[in-house]
C-alpha cells in the first residue's frame, strides 16, 4: 500500500508539475500577443467556466475515486465498474446543462463585468462572445474527469497523469498557434484571438478523453478477469450507490470550487469595486489582470499540494476503512512534511524576487511596476493554498465532509466581507489580504477537527518542520543577497529587462543550489526518502 502511495504520488505530482509549468509557459507569448486587456478577457471567460465545470461533475471525479477505493479495498471490483457506466452517462447529461448554463448566461455574466457606460475597457460583446465559446468544453470535460476519478480510485495514476500532460499540451498549442494566426495571419482583433484561446480547452479535453479511452479499451481483459475473480462480486443497486456517492461528491464540489470561488470573487468584484472609488474601467482592468496573471505564477508550486490530495484521498480513504489509525496519522505528517519542503521556498522565493521575476516574465507590456509589488504580497499564498488543498483531502479521508463545508463557507464569507472593507484602504494589496484572511480561517478549522477525529498530533509534524524553516530562512538570505549584490555589479547601461532576466537567473540558481544541497542532508529528508 505505502509503495503504490508513493508511485501514485509520483505520477500525479510529475503531471501536474508539467501541467502546471506548461501552463505558467504559455502564458508568456499569449500575453505578448494579446496584451493586458486581451488577458483580461481571457480570464473572464474561464472564470465563471471552472465555477459550473466544477458544479456539473458535482464533485464525482474524486468521490469516484474514494468510492471505488473503498469498494477495491474489499474485494468488490464489480461496483467500480458499475459505477463508471452510471457516471458517464450522467456526466453527458450534467455537462449539456452546464453548456447550456454558461452559453445562455454570457449576456448577464458581461454585464455584471463591464460597466456599459465606460469605453475604456473590454466590451460586453468581447466578453459575451469569449464565455460562450468556452462554454463548449463542458460538453467533454465533465465525462473525461470521470475516467480519472476510477482510474485513481484503482491506485492507477498513470491514466490520469498522462491525459492531463496531452490535455494541456494540446490545448497550448491550439492556443498559441490560434492566437499567432489570428493577429498575424489573419490580421484578426485581439477579441478573435482570445476567442480561440478559450475554444482550446474543449479541443485539449478531447485530446484527454481518447488517452483515458484507449488506456480503458487496452486494460479491458485485465480488468474483466479482476472484475470477475474478486473475492466479494456483490452488486449495489443504483440508488443507494448514488446515494452513498452523493454523501461523497457534495463536499468535493465546494472543495474543488473553493480556489476557483475566492479567485472569481476578485473577478467579479475588483472591477467594480476600484472603479467605485475612482478608477476607470481599463485602470480597473489592468488591476485585474495584474492579479489573475500573480495567481498563475503561484498556482505552479500548489501543483504539488493538488497531486498529493489526489494520492492523499484513496490511500487515506483505505486506510480509515480498514481502521489503520497509525497509517492514517503518518501519510498525513509525511505529505505535510514533504509539501512544506518544497512549497515554502518556492513562495519565499518569488516574495523575494517578485519584481524581477514579473518583468522577467510578462515584460514591460503587463504592467511590471504593479504587478511586481502585488506578485511580492501574493507569494506565500502558494503555501496556503497547498495547506488547505492537502487539510480538506485529509478530511474528506477521514469522513469529516460536514465540518469541512462549513470551514469554507466561513472562510468564503470573510473573503468578501473584506475585499469590500480593504479595497478601499490599501488598494491593489486589499484583495490579497482579503484571500489570506478567509484561507486561513479555513485552514485552522481543519486542523483542529482532523486533530479531534483521529487523535492527530502536531508534535511530530513541528518536530520535521523545525529543521525545514531555518533552512529556507537562510536560504531566502542568500537569496537576497545574491540579487542585491547582482543589482549593483550590473551597470547602469543594461536594459530593465536584461537585469531583471540576469537577477532572477542568478537568484534562483544559487537558491536552488543552497536549498538542495543543505535540504537533502537533512534528517527528516532521508527519512521521508525511506
Known amino acids: 500500500m505505502e509503495n503504490k502511495f508513493i508511485r ?43 465555477i459550473l465545470l466544477s458544479i456539473s461533475t458535482i464533485g464525482l471525479p474524486l468521490a469516484v475515486s474514494k468510492f471505488v477505493s473503498k469498494y477495491n479495498e474489499i474485494g468488490n471490483y464489480r461496483v467500480g465498474l458499475t459505477l463508471l457506466k452510471y457516471d458517464m452517462s450522467l456526466m453527458l447529461f450534467t455537462g449539456f446543462l452546464a453548456f447550456s448554463a454558461l452559453y445562455l448566461s454570457a449576456p448577464f455574466l458581461a454585464e455584471l463585468l463591464i460597466e456599459p457606460t465606460d469605453s475604456t475597457g473590454n466590451s460586453i460583446e468581447d466578453v459575451q462572445f469569449v464565455i460562450r465559446l468556452v462554454s463548449f468544453a463542458l460538453l467533454i470535460i465533465p465525462t473525461m474527469s470521470i475516467f480519472r476519478g476510477y482510474f485513481q480510485g484503482s491506485q492507477s495514476m498513470g491514466p490520469s497523469a498522462l491525459s492531463t500532460v496531452i490535455e494541456q499540451v494540446v490545448r497550448i498549442l491550439f492556443i498559441l498557434v490560434g492566437a499567432y494566426v489570428a493577429i498575424h495571419i489573419l490580421d484578426s482583433t485581439v477579441t ?9 480547452a474543449f479541443i485539449g479535453g478531447v485530446a484527454g478523453f481518447i ?32 446515494k452513498e456517492l452523493t454523501g461523497y461528491a457534495i463536499p468535493f464540489v465546494i472543495t474543488g470550487l473553493t480556489i476557483p470561488l475566492y479567485q472569481n470573487i476578485d473577478t467579479f468584484t475588483i472591477n467594480k469595486l476600484f472603479q467605485s472609488i475612482g478608477y ?58 514533504i509539501l512544506m519542503f518544497f512549497t515554502l521556498p518556492a513562495a519565499m522565493g518569488l516574495c523575494i524576487l517578485g519584481k524581477p521575476i514579473y518583468l522577467m516574465i510578462f515584460r514591460s507590456n ?13 507569494a506565500l499564498a502558494a503555501v496556503v493554498f497547498a495547506l488547505f488543498t492537502v487539510t480538506a483531502a485529509i478530511m474528506q479521508g477521514i469522513n469529516e465532509q460536514k465540518k469541512l463545508i462549513i470551514g469554507i463557507l466561513l472562510g468564503i464569507f470573510l473573503k468578501i466581507a473584506l475585499n469590500f472593507v480593504l479595497v478601499p484602504y490599501v488598494k491593489e494589496i486589499g484583495p490579497i489580504l482579503a484571500t489570506y484572511a478567509g484561507f486561513f480561517l479555513s485552514i485552522f478549522f481543519n486542523i483542529y477537527f482532523i486533530k479531534k477525529a483521529i487523535a492527530y498530533e502536531l508534535s511530530p ?19 537576497w543577497g545574491v540579487e542585491t549584490l547582482t543589482e549593483l555589479w550590473l551597470p547602469e547601461s543594461v536594459s530593465l529587462y536584461s537585469r531583471a532576466l540576469v537577477t532572477s537567473f542568478l537568484s534562483i540558481a544559487a537558491g536552488v543550489l543552497f536549498y538542495l544541497g543543505i535540504g537533502l542532508r537533512l534528517s527528516v529528508v532521508k527519512t521521508l526518502r525511506k
Request: charged fraction near 15%; avoid cysteine.
Open 461 to 479: 509534524l513541528l518536530h520535521s518542520l523545525k529543521q525545514i524553516f531555518p533552512l529556507v530562512l537562510a536560504m531566502s538570505i542568500a537569496v
Open 366 to 378: 503587463n504592467s511590471p511596476e504593479l504587478g511586481g509589488p502585488i506578485l511580492q504580497w501574493y
Open 211 to 242: 488517452v483515458l479511452l484507449f488506456v480503458f479499451f487496452k486494460r479491458r481483459e485485465l480488468i474483466q478477469t479482476q472484475r470477475d475473480s474478486s473475492p466479494n462480486n456483490e452488486e449495489i443497486k443504483v440508488i443507494p450507490m448514488f
Open 8 to 50: 501514485g504520488t509520483f505520477f500525479l505530482t510529475a503531471a501536474s508539475l508539467i501541467s502546471k509549468i506548461l501552463g505558467f509557459v504559455y502564458i508568456i507569448p499569449f500575453t505578448a500577443l494579446v496584451g493586458t486587456e486581451g488577458y483580461a478577457l481571457y480570464k473572464y471567460a474561464y472564470g465563471p467556466y471552472t
Open 192 to 200: 478573435n484571438a482570445v476567442g480561440i484561446a478559450t475554444f482550446a
Open 280 to 337: 476607470k474601467l481599463n485602470e480597473a482592468e489592468t488591476i485585474n489582470s495584474v492579479i489573475g496573471l500573480a495567481q498563475i505564477l503561484v498556482m505552479v508550486p500548489v501543483s504539488l499540494a493538488t497531486a498529493f490530495s489526489l494520492s492523499l484521498i484513496p490511500g487515506i480513504t483505505s486506510d480509515f476503512t480498514s481502521g489503520r489509525i497509525l497509517e492514517v496519522r503518518n501519510k498525513i505528517t509525511k505529505t505535510i512534511t
